[in-house]
């Protein structure tokens, strides 16, 4: 049986590639969800059994999906797409009605969508199918999960906008340091090919020892962490200089323009600190820049070039 965990909620509709946001409407009921959720989790979508609910939605196993934890505002992302709302998604006072919204990051659509009760032999009544997303584990038998989990479905084009993207590159990221930590997969057959496809990338920090300034570390991005220390240290010709550079981090991206953006990041939060004549080392200490390394990564800024992410400040 899968380890994955399932959890279900009862809606109108579902279309990913035009609501690209899962959301509730309270805030409690998000918290919630996310106390229990985990990276790898579904969220199963099944149809109300009445209006307004499409005839041929109703009661039906509609798709599942799998969403970022970071919130959003979903009557605004809606409007950034131009998709109009309809009078029975806004409350009495004219606002959307699941404000505390999180990213649709992953989105399978069940074809054909099966009868619910035929699949997990209720239909699930009672309001708080449609308040929360419940965790079938305790609710259902593990082969009912199964049976959902091998239901045949494609893949839906969930809209890209840079809250999407963004919440979706951080998710991967950090499934990727997960499942490889800081040495990342094994090399591919392209690294030794001049026309190697881009790959994972990685961002990096090397602190030089035995040099005249200290401490003096160097923030690059590279697809093979190994092999530049390796080369960096060759240039240094250890053995006359004394000189070293030693691996402090390395955080693994899912493209290497991931790596170099968060790269350009960090130099630019740390220009003050450059040392003269250098663009790429700072004479910092290891905590103040593991604090500025970590600070970045959390907001997700390196998602954007330099550029774009200026012109969507201004």
């Excluded at 009078?87 to 649709?104: I, R, T, Y």
């Amino acid at each position: 049986m899968s380890s994955q965990k399932l959890f279900l909620t009862k809606t109108w509709g579902w279309f990913p590639e035009r609501d690209p946001t899962f959301g509730f409407s309270q805030e409690s009921a998000r918290r919630k969800f996310l106390k229990e959720y985990s990276p790898g989790d579904w969220i199963v979508i099944t149809g109300t059994k009445s209006a307004p609910t499409d005839p041929s939605e109703q009661g039906r196993l509609l798709g599942m999906c799998r969403v970022s934890r970071e919130k959003v505002n979903a009557a605004k992302i809606l409007e950034e797409l131009g998709r109009e709302l309809f009078d029975h998604e806004l409350d009495e006072n004219g606002q959307f009605k699941w404000p505390w919204a999180m990213p649709v990051i992953e989105a399978r659509v069940f074809e054909p969508q099966p009868d619910t009760n035929e699949i997990c032999g209720t239909y699930f009544p009672g309001q708080e199918w449609a308040a929360y997303a419940l965790d079938l584990s305790n609710r259902v038998s593990p082969r009912v999960i199964q049976k959902i989990l091998e239901l045949p479905y494609r893949d839906a084009d969930v809209a890209k906008i840079p809250e999407i993207r963004s919440a979706h590159a951080y998710e991967e990221a950090n499934r990727l340091h997960r499942e490889y930590g800081s040495s990342g997969p094994p090399p591919s057959p392209h690294r030794a090919s001049s026309k190697r496809d881009l790959d994972v990338g990685y961002a990096y920090a090397f602190l030089l020892t035995g040099g005249r300034v200290k401490p003096a570390i160097k923030i690059g991005s590279t697809h093979d962490p190994v092999d530049r220390l390796n080369q960096l240290n060759k240039e240094l010709r250890t053995e006359l200089t004394g000189c070293r550079w030693e691996p402090i981090t390395t955080q693994i991206f899912p493209h290497e323009n991931f790596a170099y953006q968060f790269e350009q990041h960090l130099l630019k939060r740390l220009r003050a600190k450059l040392v003269p004549g250098q663009r790429e080392v700072v004479k910092i200490s290891v905590e103040q820049l593991l604090d500025a390394w970590a600070s970045l990564y959390r907001s997700k800024d390196w998602v954007n070039p330099l550029g774009y992410a200026n012109s969507l400040a201004e």
